[in-house]
C-alpha cells in the first residue's frame, strides 16, 4: 500500500497569503485608510454638490461654435447660438488642411501614387461645393472668398496630377495663394460667433438678473489643441461679471470629444468649489498652500521646487 502523499505548504505563497500577519502591513493599512475614508466622503460631497451647482454656463466646443448649456436652479437650457455662416466658411477655409492630409504620408515619397485617387476624390467634393456656392447666400465677399479657396484647391490637385507628382514647395505656393481669403473667411467665421454668442449671453443675463449673474460660472470643455485662449472663452472672458470673472470663469482640458458632457463640466467645477472652501479652511495660516489646494497647481509642487532646484522656483520668485 502506498503512503498518503503529504500536502506540502510553500513557505513563500504562505507569506503572501497571510499579509494581514505582518504587523508592518496591518499598521500601515491603519494609517492609509484615514486617506481612504476622506477619498470616499469627498466623493459623496462632491456628488451632492453637483445638484446644488446654480446659476453655470457649460460650453461644450464643436463644429457648430459651441453648444451652450445654462444650469439654473434645477434646469437646464442648451443652445447652439452660433448662425451657420460658421460652418459655411470653416468648411471651405479646411480646404488646404483636406489635400495636406491626404498627401501627409507621402511627403517624401511624392512618386508614391497611391495619393492620386483619394486626391481626385477629394476633388469631386470641392467642385460640387464651387458648383453649389451661390446658391448657399452667404455674404458677398465671403462668397468671393469661398469661390478664391475651392478654386485654388481644385488647380493644385489637377497640376499634381498632370505632374503626376506633388512637393512641400507646389503644397506651400498654394497656400499662400488663399491666405488672404482664409483670413477673410476666419473674420466672418469670429464675427458669426460672437455676434450669436454675446446675444445668447445677454438673454441669460437679463433673466438672471445683476446679483445672480456676478455669482455666475463659466465651464468652457476644450481638447488640447483648442484649450489656451479658446474662442468662447474669450467671449465669456468679455461678458462675464468683472468683479468674479478671475475666479469664475474655467477652462476645463478634456481627452476626447466624447467627455464633451455637461456631467463632466459639472463633476470638475463641484471638485473646484469645495476645494475652494477647504484651501481656506484647511491652510487658513498659509495662502500659499491654500491657492496650491483649490487651484491647478499640485498642492506638492513648491515643496518639490525647493527640493530640485526647479528654475520656475527663481523665475516665479524674481516677477
Known amino acids: 500500500m502506498e503512503a498518503k502523499s503529504e500536502t ?3 513557505p513563500h505563497d504562505l507569506d503572501m497569503v497571510a499579509f494581514n500577519s505582518n504587523k508592518k502591513i496591518r499598521a500601515r493599512n491603519a494609517v492609509l485608510a484615514v486617506d481612504a475614508a476622506m477619498q470616499e466622503n469627498y466623493t459623496i460631497l462632491k456628488s451632492e454638490l453637483i445638484e446644488h451647482l446654480s446659476p453655470v454656463i457649460v460650453v461644450q466646443n464643436d463644429g457648430q461654435g459651441g453648444t451652450f448649456t445654462l444650469v439654473y436652479q434645477g434646469t437646464q437650457e442648451s443652445v447652439q447660438p452660433v448662425p451657420q455662416l460658421f460652418q459655411l466658411v470653416k468648411s471651405v477655409s479646411h480646404t488646404p488642411l483636406g489635400i495636406y492630409v491626404i498627401i501627409a504620408p507621402y511627403l517624401k515619397e511624392p ?3 497611391d495619393w492620386i485617387k483619394p486626391l481626385e476624390k477629394f476633388k469631386e467634393t470641392l467642385q460640387e461645393a464651387l ?3 451661390p446658391d448657399a447666400e452667404l455674404p458677398f465677399h465671403a462668397q468671393e472668398s469661398c469661390k478664391k479657396v475651392l478654386e485654388g484647391g481644385i488647380r493644385f490637385i489637377d497640376d499634381s496630377v498632370k505632374a503626376d507628382r506633388f512637393s512641400i514647395d507646389s503644397f506651400e505656393a498654394f497656400t499662400a495663394s488663399v491666405q488672404s481669403d482664409i483670413q477673410t473667411n476666419m473674420s466672418y467665421a469670429a464675427k458669426a460667433q ?5 446675444e445668447l449671453l445677454i438673454r441669460w443675463r437679463n433673466k438672471l438678473g445683476p446679483e445672480e449673474w456676478r455669482k455666475t460660472y463659466g465651464i468652457v470643455l476644450a481638447i488640447w489643441t483648442t484649450e489656451y485662449l479658446n474662442q468662447n472663452w474669450l467671449i465669456l472672458n468679455h461678458m462675464m461679471d468683472p468683479t468674479t470673472v478671475d475666479s469664475h470663469l474655467f477652462t476645463i482640458g478634456i481627452a476626447s470629444f466624447a467627455e464633451n458632457t455637461v456631467p463632466v463640466a459639472l463633476d470638475n467645477l463641484a471638485r473646484i468649489v469645495q476645494d475652494n472652501i477647504a484651501a481656506a479652511m484647511v491652510f487658513s495660516e498659509d495662502s500659499e498652500l491654500a491657492d496650491s489646494l483649490k487651484g491647478p497647481q ?6 518639490i521646487e525647493k527640493i530640485i532646484g526647479c528654475p520656475h522656483t527663481t523665475t516665479k520668485k524674481a516677477k
Open 298 to 303: 499640485d498642492l506638492l509642487s513648491t515643496a
Open 8 to 10: 506540502r505548504i510553500d
Open 194 to 198: 460672437v455676434d450669436g454668442v454675446e
Open 111 to 113: 512618386h508614391v501614387k
Open 131 to 133: 458648383k453649389n456656392l
